[in-house]
C-alpha cells in the first residue's frame, strides 16, 4: 500500500484455499508436471475473507472481487466462482 500514489489502484490474482485450489494446482498441476513442484503451499493461501481484512488494515478498500475458474470450453473465465481462484481491485486510501 505504501508503494502506491493516493487513489492508486492495485489488482492482485491469488488462489483460494479451497480443496479445488488444491486439487487442481498441487494434486493435478504439479504432480502432472504442468506446474513445477513445490511452487504452490497450500497452507499459505488466502480465502478472500481472510486478505480483504488483511488489506484494509494496511490502507486499502477494496472496489471490487470476481472469480477465476476454468471450463474445458471456454478456458480462463471471470464470474462469480472464487473456488480456484479469485481477482480483487484496491484502491490506496
Known amino acids: 500500500a505504501g508503494a502506491l500514489a493516493p487513489g492508486g489502484l492495485m489488482l492482485l490474482s491469488t488462489p483460494n484455499r479451497t480443496a479445488i485450489s488444491r486439487l487442481a494446482m498441487i494434486?493435478?498441476?504439479e504432480g502432472a508436471g504442468m506446474i513445477p513442484k513445490g511452487t504452490h503451499d497450500w497452507s499459505r493461501f488466502l480465502k478472500p475473507e481472510e486478505l480483504e481484512p488483511m488489506l484494509e488494515e494496511a490502507g486499502l478498500k477494496v472496489v471490487a472481487r470476481t472469480g477465476l475458474s476454468f471450463?474445458?470450453?471456454h478456458g480462463f473465465v471471470t464470474?462469480?466462482?472464487e473456488t480456484l481462484n479469485y481477482l480483487l481491485a484496491a484502491v490506496a486510501a
Open 79 to 81: 464470474g462469480g466462482n
Open 71 to 73: 471450463t474445458p470450453g
Open 27 to 29: 494434486t493435478i498441476g
